[in-house]
């Protein structure tokens, strides 16, 4: 799985990919003032950002977040949002950062800033292992026999949407039990960021399984969404290439992963 990239790589792919958001000054004189960094994240994408046995949130880019506030010199309080209404949050200036598996893309870079990404992926399919030879294209999904499932408001749905004309496509509103909704044969496949169909496959052996595709079928990184500030998203950055040169990333997403 190619998940990681270099430092280097990270910043050139920031650089060109998406441009800095045009900034407002003091956020991140604000955070320091007040003592708090809020942090904004949907608790339901394993192994980003997702809620443990007893409730409280646990996954690599939760214990990312607090590593980033201590850096800042200030705690962190977490902001519940959902796929659905993250930008609509984000806008209303309901947390600072937003992360949790967020995928770089212009919407998103035209409100906020992007740190330096932290994932390098693409969507592939995650099927019942009995079925997994069936889903290996988008042609071989796109059937008006094949249930295709979605959580809402994402780019699951986005490109599910896009891609698929002949394929039902269901909403599934809970991201945390759309994988028992395959499991359980009440559909068929999902087409997801490649690093979820391989954690949702660890976690059910045997009865889902990562499709085998030759390619995923998109390329995408996923970055930090900040509020526009260029002091913010310089320290941001200065953190998060120094975590992934150290190895302090892969550290906690190679735990989260267990």
């Known amino acids: 799985m190619r998940a990681f990239l ?3 790589m990270m910043i050139a792919a920031t650089v060109t990919a998406v441009p800095a958001a045009q900034a407002a000054d003091g956020v991140l004189q604000t955070i320091r003032q007040a003592g708090v960094i809020r942090v904004g994240t949907t608790g339901d994408y394993k192994p980003f950002s997702y809620k443990g046995a007893d409730g409280a949130l646990v996954g690599a880019d939760i214990e990312m977040a607090k590593d980033l506030a201590a850096t800042l010199g200030v705690r962190v309080e977490f ?3 959902t796929w659905k209404t993250l930008m609509e949050d984000f806008k209303a200036e309901k947390f600072d950062v937003a992360l949790g598996g967020i995928t770089v893309n212009p ?3 035209a409100v906020g800033d992007f ?3 932290n994932v390098s992926d693409g969507k592939r399919p995650i099927a019942r292992c009995a079925d997994k030879e ?3 294209t988008v042609e071989g999904i796109d059937q008006p026999t094949t249930r295709v499932v979605v959580n809402p408001g994402g780019t699951n749905e986005k ?3 896009a891609t698929f004309t002949k394929a039902p496509i269901e909403v599934w509103p809970d991201n945390k039990t759309i994988f028992a909704q395959i499991a359980a044969d009440k559909a068929d496949v999902m087409v997801t960021d490649g690093i979820e169909a391989d954690m ?3 976690l059910n052996p045997g009865v889902l399984c990562a499709v085998p595709v030759a390619a995923p079928f998109t390329h995408f990184d996923n970055a930090y969404l900040l509020r526009k500030d260029p002091e913010l998203k310089a320290s941001v950055d200065q953190w998060m290439t120094k975590a992934l040169a150290s190895g302090l990333w892969k550290a906690k997403l ?4 267990q």
């Open 6 to 8: 270099t430092a280097a």
């Open 79 to 81: 902001v519940p949002t």
């Open 107 to 109: 919407d998103r870079a």
């Open 115 to 117: 740190s330096v990404p």
């Open 134 to 136: 069936k889903f290996t």
């Open 159 to 161: 490109f599910a949407r």
């Open 200 to 202: 949702q496959a660890k």
């Open 254 to 257: 190679d735990a989260a992963m």
